[in-house]
């Protein structure tokens, strides 16, 4: 996966977003190389990120991991959870080692190289990042009926992947290593922004998202700007809510959607 930024296809020549002001909800801890990308092509980024990550109790992660053995395959669907388990591996004192053996299956690119950062071979990464292509891709091998699989994952996830491994013939085993929780900082000013016609496009990148910025700013200031998202499992939650999706990122990724914020100004 090319990382967004001044090299991204969208950044050569003019800026593409010059003078636009893109409103960026991706929590702080994860939002860096997206504001890069977008300041890249002259977008006037303003970072309101509508949840922050609350690590949960982490016994029953820990528990897994002194029993990994017993799992066939181990799956990531976001980077977050990705923190989380190296996290609960470090503080048990042990490394990448206990996963030899295990195979590891992401939703997307960047879960992939945020594992492989780490010394954790990937081996399925799907050709749609969503959670339904990655059920499709796995659906498709013959070395997943009858096997165990832990999913590590947030809490309040789409039981998408758990109940349909389990249709495929898996035993799945479900733990939620941390929440998105709804982070209120800055909303009266940010709904004022909205409603004065300050802001072109506010950019989701999950579905929790779209509906704490919701809750904060209010449905009616929302509905001002465009609205730019990393995949249909968001826009979903955006139609859901009675709003409009301008423009989807294809593929899911964080450089799909830096196109889709441009996309969404043509």
Excluded: C
């Amino acid at each position: 996966m090319t990382r967004p930024g001044s090299d991204h296809p969208e950044a050569r020549g003019a800026a593409s977003l010059s003078g636009v002001r893109v409103v960026v909800t991706r929590a702080a801890q994860a939002a860096s190389s997206f504001t890069t990308a977008l300041t890249a092509l002259g977008a006037d980024v303003v970072e309101m990120p509508a949840t922050r990550i609350e690590p949960l109790d982490a016994a029953p992660v820990r528990a897994a991991i002194a029993d990994l053995a017993r799992y066939d395959w181990v799956l990531f669907t976001s980077q977050n959870a990705v923190q989380m388990f190296w996290k609960a591996l470090h503080d048990a004192g042990r490394d990448a080692r206990p996963m030899a053996g295990r195979r590891v299956a992401v939703v997307g690119p960047a879960t992939a190289g945020a594992l492989q950062a780490l010394g954790i071979a990937v081996d399925v990464v799907p050709p749609r990042f969503v959670a339904e292509g990655l059920l499709e891709t796995l659906g498709a091998r013959d070395d997943v009926r009858g096997r165990r699989v832990l999913y590590l994952a947030a809490a309040g996830a789409r039981d998408v992947l758990p109940e349909g491994l389990r249709t495929l013939g898996a035993t799945v085993d479900v733990i939620a290593l941390y929440r998105s929780a709804p982070n209120v900082e800055g909303a009266a000013a940010m709904r004022e922004r909205l409603l004065r016609g300050e802001i072109d496009v506010v950019t989701f990148t999950a579905g929790s998202s779209v509906r704490a910025f919701v809750d904060a700013v209010g449905a009616d200031a929302a509905a001002r700007a465009g609205i730019a998202t990393i995949g249909p499992a968001t826009s979903a939650v955006v139609r859901a809510l009675g709003l409009t999706v301008r423009s989807e990122a294809d593929p899911s990724t964080l450089d799909g959607l830096v196109t889709a914020v441009v996309a969404s100004r043509r």
